[in-house]
């Protein structure tokens, strides 16, 4: 138990099997811990454990385990530095407590092809993905909220469960008008606004449709 304190104190008190058999800890010893209710196994996250006693969050420990289970053995540390599956879309606005789409799976940018084995979460690969368009928030590397933005508009999502997220970031001081000009502007034809400044209205709340 001792050696696995240390990472599940900071992983909000969850550790991978791999994590585990870095640190000496056998798939015997797991099981042993299991079976006398020191650990339990993460819902719907395999090879994922909880260090039984300490407060779960229904809202973001599902996102925090299936980020753990896709890093296998990886250290915290090394992820957050150098992420391989970064938080997007609705479940980056969730994470941040912005708007009010509800995410129906866990989604992330991965820059490898990883294989979850489980239909809750939705990977889009890229190769390179921009230093700026990320940042670690409650512990995961998440888009930043103009990425966010980006990404939503870029999926098609409703107008309306837009704007929210970009007014929601504007009370927060998370965003900047100018910043989101920029962003807006070139999927302002796509929304059916011919003029890219109707629809940065739009969203921010000044302007109706």
Not at 52 to 67: C, F, Q, S, Y
Not at 175 to 184: E, F, G, P, S, T
Request: proline letters at 5%; hydrophobic letters at 45%; zero cysteines.
């Amino acid at each position: 138990m001792a050696a696995i304190s240390p990472v599940v104190s900071e992983q909000w008190g969850m550790i991978t099997a791999g994590q585990a058999r870095g640190l000496g800890v056998s798939r015997q010893d797991l099981k042993r811990l299991v079976d006398d209710g020191t650990l339990a196994i993460v819902d719907q996250a395999a090879r994922v454990y909880r260090l039984t006693g300490v407060p779960e969050d229904p809202e973001l420990d599902p996102l925090r385990a299936a980020w753990l289970q896709l890093g296998g053995a990886k250290s915290w540390h090394e992820r957050a530095a150098v992420p391989d599956a970064i938080v997007s879309h609705r479940s980056a606005a969730h994470l941040r407590d912005l708007g009010d789409l509800i995410p129906h799976e866990h989604e992330f940018y991965a820059t490898t092809r990883l294989r979850p084995r489980r239909n809750d979460i939705k990977l889009r690969v890229r190769s390179q993905i921009a230093p700026d368009s990320w940042e670690v928030w409650g512990g995961l590397p998440v888009r930043t909220v103009s990425a966010i933005i980006d990404d939503l508009l870029t999926d098609g999502e409703d107008e309306s469960a837009v704007a929210q997220v970009v007014q929601d970031a504007l009370a927060l001081g998370l965003l900047h008008k100018d910043a989101l000009k920029a962003i807006v502007a070139p999927h302002a034809v796509a929304y059916g606004h011919s003029d890219p400044a109707d629809f940065f209205r739009v969203l921010v709340g000044e302007g109706t449709r």
